[in-house]
Protein backbone atom coordinates (compact mmCIF):
# COMPACT_ATOMS: atom_id res chain seq x y z
CA UNK A 1 0.00 0.00 0.00
CA UNK A 2 1.84 3.42 -1.23
CA UNK A 3 2.07 5.60 1.95
CA UNK A 4 -0.32 7.93 2.33
CA UNK A 5 2.30 11.32 2.73
CA UNK A 6 5.72 10.88 0.91
CA UNK A 7 8.66 13.84 0.32
CA UNK A 8 11.84 13.63 -1.01
CA UNK A 9 14.42 15.63 -0.57
CA UNK A 10 12.16 18.17 -0.17
CA UNK A 11 13.44 21.51 -0.13
CA UNK A 12 12.54 25.62 -0.12
CA UNK A 13 14.41 28.32 -0.12
CA UNK A 14 14.02 31.62 1.46
CA UNK A 15 16.62 33.33 -0.51
CA UNK A 16 19.55 34.09 2.35
CA UNK A 17 17.16 33.02 4.89
CA UNK A 18 16.57 29.14 5.60
CA UNK A 19 13.69 27.28 5.13
CA UNK A 20 13.83 23.15 4.36
CA UNK A 21 16.29 21.19 2.95
CA UNK A 22 16.25 17.36 1.79
CA UNK A 23 13.17 16.41 4.25
CA UNK A 24 12.18 12.81 3.42
CA UNK A 25 9.26 11.89 4.95
CA UNK A 26 6.89 8.47 4.63
CA UNK A 27 3.30 8.67 6.83
CA UNK A 28 1.89 5.08 6.49
CA UNK A 29 -2.30 4.78 6.33
CA UNK A 30 -4.01 4.36 9.64
CA UNK A 31 -1.01 5.94 11.68
CA UNK A 32 -0.46 9.26 13.96
CA UNK A 33 2.06 10.72 12.69
CA UNK A 34 3.99 13.45 15.01
CA UNK A 35 5.84 15.66 12.94
CA UNK A 36 7.94 17.71 16.04
CA UNK A 37 10.46 20.67 16.37
CA UNK A 38 11.19 23.90 17.58
CA UNK A 39 9.12 27.11 16.66
CA UNK A 40 11.01 27.97 13.41
CA UNK A 41 11.83 24.71 12.62
CA UNK A 42 10.59 24.49 9.45
CA UNK A 43 7.01 22.56 10.00
CA UNK A 44 4.91 24.66 8.58
CA UNK A 45 6.71 25.81 5.33
CA UNK A 46 6.73 21.30 5.31
CA UNK A 47 2.86 21.37 5.79
CA UNK A 48 1.81 24.25 3.23
CA UNK A 49 3.94 22.52 0.47
CA UNK A 50 1.77 19.46 1.29
CA UNK A 51 -1.06 21.51 0.70
CA UNK A 52 0.19 23.12 -2.52
CA UNK A 53 -0.02 26.74 -0.69
CA UNK A 54 4.00 27.21 -1.82
CA UNK A 55 6.00 25.77 -3.86
CA UNK A 56 9.40 23.74 -3.16
CA UNK A 57 12.33 24.63 -4.41
CA UNK A 58 13.55 21.59 -5.57
CA UNK A 59 12.16 17.82 -4.68
CA UNK A 60 8.48 16.58 -4.70
CA UNK A 61 5.49 16.08 -2.44
CA UNK A 62 3.12 13.09 -2.82
CA UNK A 63 -0.41 13.14 -0.76
CA UNK A 64 -2.23 10.19 -1.72
CA UNK A 65 -0.21 8.99 -4.46
CA UNK A 66 -0.21 12.32 -6.19
CA UNK A 67 2.51 15.02 -6.79
CA UNK A 68 0.96 18.19 -4.81
CA UNK A 69 1.68 20.48 -7.20
CA UNK A 70 -0.06 18.54 -9.81
CA UNK A 71 -3.91 18.26 -8.76
CA UNK A 72 -4.06 20.18 -5.32
CA UNK A 73 -7.86 19.96 -5.48
CA UNK A 74 -8.24 16.53 -5.38
CA UNK A 75 -6.05 15.99 -2.42
CA UNK A 76 -8.05 19.00 -0.70
CA UNK A 77 -11.10 17.23 -1.08
CA UNK A 78 -10.01 14.64 0.96
CA UNK A 79 -8.27 16.05 3.47
CA UNK A 80 -9.12 18.02 6.73
CA UNK A 81 -6.61 20.86 7.50
CA UNK A 82 -5.95 22.93 10.75
CA UNK A 83 -3.65 26.17 9.98
CA UNK A 84 -1.24 26.93 12.86
CA UNK A 85 -2.78 30.39 12.92
CA UNK A 86 -6.82 30.16 12.17
CA UNK A 87 -8.13 33.78 11.87
CA UNK A 88 -11.78 33.79 9.85
CA UNK A 89 -14.54 36.18 9.63
CA UNK A 90 -15.11 37.77 13.15
CA UNK A 91 -18.90 38.44 12.59
CA UNK A 92 -20.03 34.81 11.92
CA UNK A 93 -20.98 32.72 14.68
CA UNK A 94 -19.13 29.97 15.50
CA UNK A 95 -21.94 27.67 14.07
CA UNK A 96 -21.81 29.65 10.68
CA UNK A 97 -18.56 29.36 10.48
CA UNK A 98 -18.47 25.60 10.91
CA UNK A 99 -21.36 25.54 8.27
CA UNK A 100 -19.58 27.49 6.30
CA UNK A 101 -16.65 25.15 5.83
CA UNK A 102 -18.95 21.94 5.42
CA UNK A 103 -21.10 23.64 2.61
CA UNK A 104 -17.75 24.54 0.47
CA UNK A 105 -17.07 20.66 0.37
CA UNK A 106 -20.86 20.08 -0.52
CA UNK A 107 -22.58 18.84 2.36
CA UNK A 108 -22.10 17.30 5.94
CA UNK A 109 -23.09 15.13 8.75
CA UNK A 110 -24.68 17.79 10.40
CA UNK A 111 -25.29 15.03 13.97
CA UNK A 112 -21.84 14.42 13.84
CA UNK A 113 -20.78 17.60 13.84
CA UNK A 114 -23.18 18.63 16.62
CA UNK A 115 -21.59 15.45 18.80
CA UNK A 116 -17.84 17.47 17.95
CA UNK A 117 -18.97 20.97 19.06
CA UNK A 118 -20.59 19.25 22.44
CA UNK A 119 -17.60 16.89 23.02
CA UNK A 120 -15.39 20.01 22.68
CA UNK A 121 -17.71 22.29 25.02
CA UNK A 122 -17.66 24.98 21.89
CA UNK A 123 -20.52 27.59 22.59
CA UNK A 124 -21.38 27.70 18.86
CA UNK A 125 -23.52 30.97 19.31
CA UNK A 126 -21.22 33.58 19.75
CA UNK A 127 -19.12 35.60 16.95
CA UNK A 128 -15.62 34.83 15.61
CA UNK A 129 -14.38 37.56 17.52
CA UNK A 130 -15.71 36.96 21.32
CA UNK A 131 -14.30 33.62 20.99
CA UNK A 132 -10.82 33.16 23.14
CA UNK A 133 -7.78 31.53 21.72
CA UNK A 134 -8.67 27.82 22.75
CA UNK A 135 -12.30 28.52 21.56
CA UNK A 136 -10.44 29.15 18.06
CA UNK A 137 -8.96 26.57 17.85
CA UNK A 138 -12.21 24.55 18.52
CA UNK A 139 -14.06 25.83 15.91
CA UNK A 140 -11.17 24.47 13.96
CA UNK A 141 -11.02 21.68 14.84
CA UNK A 142 -14.59 20.84 13.79
CA UNK A 143 -14.35 22.50 10.48
CA UNK A 144 -11.65 19.52 10.00
CA UNK A 145 -13.22 16.85 11.39
CA UNK A 146 -16.52 16.88 10.94
CA UNK A 147 -16.26 15.74 7.23
CA UNK A 148 -14.02 12.54 8.38
CA UNK A 149 -11.42 13.05 6.03
CA UNK A 150 -9.22 10.92 5.28
CA UNK A 151 -6.36 12.63 5.90
CA UNK A 152 -5.93 15.23 8.87
CA UNK A 153 -2.91 17.94 8.86
CA UNK A 154 -2.58 19.79 12.16
CA UNK A 155 -0.60 22.93 12.63
CA UNK A 156 -0.04 22.81 16.33
CA UNK A 157 -4.33 21.24 17.17
CA UNK A 158 -3.85 22.18 21.14
CA UNK A 159 -2.88 25.19 21.11
CA UNK A 160 -4.58 27.42 23.90
CA UNK A 161 -6.92 24.02 24.67
CA UNK A 162 -7.24 23.30 28.41
CA UNK A 163 -5.92 19.85 29.31
CA UNK A 164 -9.64 18.44 29.47
CA UNK A 165 -10.24 19.52 25.85
CA UNK A 166 -6.84 18.16 24.93
CA UNK A 167 -7.87 14.85 26.34
CA UNK A 168 -10.78 14.68 24.09
CA UNK A 169 -8.80 15.57 21.42
CA UNK A 170 -6.76 12.80 21.69
CA UNK A 171 -9.55 10.29 21.77
CA UNK A 172 -11.25 11.89 18.78
CA UNK A 173 -7.70 11.27 17.42
CA UNK A 174 -7.75 8.08 18.45
CA UNK A 175 -11.24 7.39 16.80
CA UNK A 176 -9.99 8.06 13.64
CA UNK A 177 -7.03 6.12 13.34
CA UNK A 178 -9.35 2.70 14.80
CA UNK A 179 -11.36 3.61 11.71
CA UNK A 180 -8.22 3.30 9.28
CA UNK A 181 -7.69 7.20 8.97
CA UNK A 182 -4.34 9.37 9.21
CA UNK A 183 -3.53 12.01 11.22
CA UNK A 184 -0.48 13.96 10.45
CA UNK A 185 0.33 16.41 13.33
CA UNK A 186 2.81 19.00 13.68
CA UNK A 187 3.92 20.02 17.30
CA UNK A 188 7.06 21.09 19.53
CA UNK A 189 6.02 19.72 22.70
CA UNK A 190 7.23 16.56 23.42
CA UNK A 191 4.53 15.11 25.70
CA UNK A 192 1.56 15.77 23.24
CA UNK A 193 3.38 13.44 20.63
CA UNK A 194 4.19 10.73 23.58
CA UNK A 195 0.34 10.67 24.05
CA UNK A 196 -0.98 10.58 20.84
CA UNK A 197 1.40 9.35 18.23
CA UNK A 198 2.73 6.05 16.96
CA UNK A 199 5.69 7.90 14.71
CA UNK A 200 7.76 11.07 15.06
CA UNK A 201 10.01 12.99 12.76
CA UNK A 202 11.87 15.63 14.61
CA UNK A 203 13.18 18.75 12.08
CA UNK A 204 15.48 20.85 13.32
CA UNK A 205 17.11 23.74 11.45
CA UNK A 206 15.06 22.85 8.35
CA UNK A 207 16.34 19.28 8.62
CA UNK A 208 14.98 16.07 9.78
CA UNK A 209 17.49 14.75 12.20
CA UNK A 210 15.55 11.88 13.62
CA UNK A 211 12.51 9.25 12.69
CA UNK A 212 11.29 6.64 14.95
CA UNK A 213 8.55 5.54 16.76
CA UNK A 214 7.65 7.28 19.98
CA UNK A 215 9.11 4.83 22.21
CA UNK A 216 12.59 5.51 20.88
CA UNK A 217 12.32 8.91 21.19
CA UNK A 218 11.33 8.52 25.03
CA UNK A 219 14.98 7.46 24.98
CA UNK A 220 16.43 10.98 24.49
CA UNK A 221 13.99 12.83 26.37
CA UNK A 222 15.53 13.71 30.07
CA UNK A 223 14.05 15.23 32.98
CA UNK A 224 14.71 18.31 35.24
CA UNK A 225 15.51 17.62 38.50
CA UNK A 226 15.72 19.39 41.27
CA UNK A 227 16.03 18.30 45.13
CA UNK A 228 15.74 20.68 48.21
CA UNK A 229 17.35 19.24 51.40
CA UNK A 230 17.20 20.69 54.82
CA UNK A 231 21.23 20.13 55.00
CA UNK A 232 23.77 20.32 52.73
CA UNK A 233 24.37 16.79 51.41
CA UNK A 234 26.88 15.29 48.84
CA UNK A 235 26.60 15.45 45.57
CA UNK A 236 28.95 12.39 44.92
CA UNK A 237 26.07 9.27 45.17
CA UNK A 238 24.11 11.28 42.92
CA UNK A 239 26.65 12.16 40.06
CA UNK A 240 27.20 7.87 40.10
CA UNK A 241 23.82 7.17 39.32
CA UNK A 242 23.32 6.44 35.63
CA UNK A 243 21.56 9.06 33.50
CA UNK A 244 22.32 11.69 35.96
CA UNK A 245 23.93 14.59 33.82
CA UNK A 246 24.49 18.50 34.72
CA UNK A 247 24.67 18.45 37.96
CA UNK A 248 24.72 22.38 40.15
CA UNK A 249 24.85 22.53 43.98
CA UNK A 250 23.82 25.19 45.00
CA UNK A 251 23.78 25.49 48.86
CA UNK A 252 21.02 23.20 49.78
CA UNK A 253 19.88 22.37 46.53
CA UNK A 254 20.67 19.64 43.98
CA UNK A 255 19.77 20.54 40.15
CA UNK A 256 20.70 17.66 37.27
CA UNK A 257 19.48 15.93 34.23
CA UNK A 258 18.35 13.00 34.49
CA UNK A 259 17.42 10.72 31.42
CA UNK A 260 15.76 7.83 31.62
CA UNK A 261 14.31 6.23 35.34
CA UNK A 262 14.01 8.78 37.63
CA UNK A 263 13.67 6.14 41.05
CA UNK A 264 17.39 5.91 41.95
CA UNK A 265 17.64 9.36 42.46
CA UNK A 266 14.36 9.56 44.33
CA UNK A 267 15.62 5.98 46.79
CA UNK A 268 19.07 8.44 46.71
CA UNK A 269 17.01 11.42 47.54
CA UNK A 270 14.53 9.85 50.80
CA UNK A 271 17.94 8.43 52.63
CA UNK A 272 18.39 12.30 53.06
CA UNK A 273 16.61 14.82 55.02
CA UNK A 274 14.32 15.88 51.47
CA UNK A 275 12.62 18.96 51.72
CA UNK A 276 11.52 19.37 48.45
CA UNK A 277 11.38 17.24 45.28
CA UNK A 278 10.58 18.99 42.02
CA UNK A 279 10.41 16.94 38.55
CA UNK A 280 10.13 19.00 34.86
CA UNK A 281 10.05 17.66 31.85
CA UNK A 282 12.20 20.04 29.25
CA UNK A 283 10.81 21.61 26.36
CA UNK A 284 12.32 20.09 22.95
CA UNK A 285 14.37 23.20 21.92
CA UNK A 286 15.85 21.65 25.92
CA UNK A 287 16.60 18.24 24.37
CA UNK A 288 17.69 19.61 21.23
CA UNK A 289 20.86 21.33 23.34
CA UNK A 290 21.38 18.58 25.71
CA UNK A 291 21.45 15.46 22.35
CA UNK A 292 22.87 17.86 20.04
CA UNK A 293 24.72 20.75 21.70
CA UNK A 294 23.66 23.89 19.88
CA UNK A 295 20.76 26.17 19.90
CA UNK A 296 17.95 26.05 17.57
CA UNK A 297 18.25 27.66 13.97
CA UNK A 298 16.59 30.86 13.37
CA UNK A 299 12.55 31.33 12.21
CA UNK A 300 11.42 30.56 8.51
CA UNK A 301 8.47 31.29 7.32
Same mark, same amino acid.
Given at each position: ?? $??? =???????? *?????????????????????????????????????? /? %????????????????????? @??????? *? %??????????????????????????? /??????????????????????? @????? =???????????? $????? %????????????? =??????????????????? @??????????????????? /?????????????????????????????????????????????????????????????????????????????????????????????????
Amino acid at each position: MP $PVI =QTERLTKS *YGVHRGIVDVDLEVREGEIFGFLGPNGAGKTTTIRILL /D %LIRPSSGNARVFGIVAADDPV @SIHRRIG *Y %LPGEFTLYDRLTGSETIEYFANLRGGF /DRAYSGRLVERLGLDPSRRFREY @SKGNK =QKVGLVCALQHR $PELLI %LDEPTAGLDPLVQ =QTFNELLFEARAEGRTAFI @SSHIISEVERTCDRVAIIR /DGRIVRLDTVEALREMAAHEVELRFAEPVDPAPFEAVEGVTNLVVEDRTLRMLVTGPVAPVVRLAAARDLVDFVSREPSLEEVFLAEYGTAAGRPVV
